[in-house]
């Protein structure tokens, strides 16, 4: 199992931007599939992106075209650009290795308010 640790959170204005960072114990070269997920107070917790180790992404539709996620295998790390932040967006992001038992990030928090 991997141990994964998100950093990056924080607040900001709606219209701005973030990047999430999620640094791995281990190495990731063999994960085929990491992803973001985000949990909002109250509500269930819901998918944002993932990408499979040869870089192919895949986003939820609220999320398409404001965020962008990326790896670096070299540096078992996998990033998520958050562009255009809307109130909506704010939650808890955690990173995630998507498969059944797969390991969760402690969760960072981002706050979208003026």
């Known amino acids: 199992q991997v141990q994964l640790v998100e950093s990056g959170g924080g607040l900001v204005q709606p219209g701005g931007s973030l990047r999430l960072s999620c640094a791995a114990s281990g190495s990731i070269f063999s994960i085929n599939f990491m992803g973001w997920y985000r949990q909002a107070p109250g509500k269930q917790r819901e998918f944002v992106a993932r990408i499979t180790s040869d870089g192919n992404t895949n986003y939820a539709d609220s999320v398409k075209g404001r965020f962008t996620i990326s790896r670096d295998n070299a540096k078992n790390t996998v990033y998520l650009q958050m562009n255009s932040l809307k109130p909506e967006d704010t939650a808890v992001y955690y990173c995630?290795?998507?498969?059944?038992?797969?390991?969760w990030g402690q969760g960072t928090q981002v706050t979208v308010s003026s």
């Open positions: 995630h290795h998507l498969m059944p038992g797969g390991s």
